[in-house]
């Protein structure tokens, strides 16, 4: 007997496995992820919090949710809880995208907009960033909208480019799709420093992320949150499955968003180490995109795959994209010790 075959979107998507596995004992400057871990406010919080009781009901959002509400300066009925920005991006296209219907992303960028994209048979048309300096296609990007454009998926800053746009770039998208659904990723804020979040009041059509996977440090527990305008959250909350962030997630994030002082040191660490690692790249004579994130995408020719390889070798991992981006290996930053680290194992290989 043969197995069923799948609907035809399904069937034309190309597989998409990150190469997550044996990580735990390296330097992992391959995710864009907290180097050094999340608060230990955190796991304090988690460790007097598990017990069998906790487990045994379905999660109550309520107290999650007016402390995020809180702590981003939204009311609570602006916000909807997802399980990680991937979450976030797939009830987004589930509430507003039908089969068949546009969808625009740039490329390169995070390939779940891609992904869930494609899942749900939409028509994808994609916006290229240009080498080498990977400046946000602003122009091309405002001609490719059209009266059938759903929804506009936008990274900012992008990921792998590390660029970003400024918001009256932002402004100028939302005004020419007052039709779309536009998303900004701000999956690397806290290193940027900009939001559009507060233009969520101005423009019905605007939808912000944020995850607890990047700065936060915790992408195991997948937690992240989606930003609207409360008429639009309500179809969200309709398109989502009720209980998708579970239980620890939701109380890990609260403990997060209590102990700022934490993150805004590993920000100024995380700033600290781009720096170190530009001024060591531009020693050894390795050209790089100037970014906004907690990465940087550098040049290494024909010898991209080669230069990670060895790193991998002596425990650093690294990503390679040059099957995007020719030549672009991105490598995440976290403290100067680890930026001097890989600075020095570089020294030796190139
Ligand atoms: C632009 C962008 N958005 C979102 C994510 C991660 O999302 P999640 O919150 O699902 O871990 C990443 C991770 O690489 C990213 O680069």
């Keep these: 007997m043969s197995n069923l075959a799948p609907r035809k979107a399904v069937l034309g998507m190309a597989p998409y496995s990150p190469p997550t ?69 797939q009830v987004l296209v589930n509430t507003y995208v039908d089969d068949g219907d546009e969808v625009i992303a740039l490329r390169p960028s995070y390939a779940m907009y891609r992904f869930y994209a494609e899942v749900a048979g939409a028509k994808i048309v994609e916006v290229d960033y ?5 400046a946000f296609p602003l122009q091309e990007l405002l001609a490719a909208i059209t009266p059938r454009t759903r929804a506009i998926l936008i990274a900012n800053p992008n990921n792998p480019t590390g660029t ?9 998208i939302l005004k020419a799709a007052p039709h779309a659904a536009v998303l900004i990723d701000e999956a690397y804020y806290e290193f940027f420093g900009v939001t559009a979040l507060n233009l969520i009041w101005k423009y019905p059509q605007l939808f912000v992320s944020r995850t607890f996977s990047k700065v936060y440090g915790m992408a195991a527990l997948r937690m992240g949150c989606l930003f609207s305008q409360a008429a639009n959250v309500k179809y969200l909350h309709k398109a989502q499955s009720p209980y998708s962030v579970n239980a620890l997630a939701a109380i890990a994030a609260e403990a997060a968003v209590a102990d700022t002082a934490y993150i805004e040191n590993y920000v100024s660490e995380a700033l600290a180490a781009r720096e170190m690692l530009e001024v060591g790249l531009e020693k050894l004579g390795i050209s ?49 010790e680890q930026a001097r680290r890989v600075l020095s194992e570089l020294e030796r290989i190139w």
């Excluded at 919080?45 to 509400?69: E, F, H, I, M, N």
């Excluded at 970003?164 to 770039?169: E, T, Y």
């Design 21 to 89: 596995g044996n990580r735990l004992d390296k330097l992992r400057l391959d995710f864009n992820e907290n180097t050094v871990g999340c608060s230990p406010k955190v796991i304090e919080r988690l460790k007097q919090t598990l017990d069998a009781g906790l487990l045994t009901v379905y999660p109550d959002y309520a107290r999650t949710k007016a402390a995020l509400s809180t702590y981003f300066r939204v009311s609570p009925d602006e916000l909807l809880l997802t399980n990680g920005t991937d979450e976030a991006i």
């Design 164 to 172: 970003a746009i400024n918001l009256a770039a932002v402004e100028q």
């Design 288 to 336: 790089y995109v100037p970014g906004s994130a907690n990465f940087i995408l550098a040049y290494f020719g024909d010898r991209a795959i080669e230069v990670r390889d060895a790193l991998r070798e002596k425990a650093i991992l690294v990503r390679d994209r040059s099957y995007e981006i020719p030549g672009g290996v991105r490598i995440t930053v976290g403290t100067r």
């Design 130 to 134: 240009q080498p080498p300096t990977l």
